[in-house]
């Protein structure tokens, strides 16, 4: 059975740092972070493929860092300068099917999903 499984969303003052981790049950050919607010569309956070090329959001550019274990089947989402636009609920996502340009942030090009973890950033 495949599994995506998070963990370290928490909540954090504006400016504060976490890190996220996702560990898949299989080695995926991309992984990716996504994030979803209450009232909001999905947004695509940063991805990465099997290349190690990664793609990130203008809005978090400079802020986050997406990266892979040693294994590739682990992925982290490093945050640093959170802000409270931050705040959702965050989801890592895995793609089975080779893409030649990756699955960047086009989320109907990754075949599996995590249940996700919050982060809440305050003021």
């Known amino acids: 059975q495949v599994q995506l499984v998070e963990s370290g969303g928490g909540s954090v003052q504006s400016g504060g740092s976490l890190r996220l981790s996702c560990v898949a049950s299989?080695?995926?050919?991309?992984m990716g972070w996504f994030r979803q607010s209450p009232g909001k569309e999905r947004e695509g956070v940063a991805s990465?493929?099997?290349?190690?090329?990664?793609n990130y959001a203008d809005s978090v550019k400079g802020r986050f860092t997406i990266s892979q274990g040693n294994a590739e089947n682990t992925l982290y989402l490093q945050m640093n300068s959170l802000k409270p636009e931050d705040t959702a609920r965050y989801f890592c996502?895995?793609?089975?099917?080779?893409?030649?340009?990756?699955?960047?942030?086009?989320?109907?090009?990754?075949?599996?999903w995590g249940q996700g973890t919050q982060v809440t950033v305050s003021s």
């Open positions: 996502a895995a793609g089975r099917i080779y893409y030649p340009n990756g699955c960047a942030q086009y989320g109907d090009r990754y075949t599996d």
């Open positions: 299989y080695r995926p050919y991309c």
């Open positions: 990465i493929n099997s290349d190690g090329s990664t």
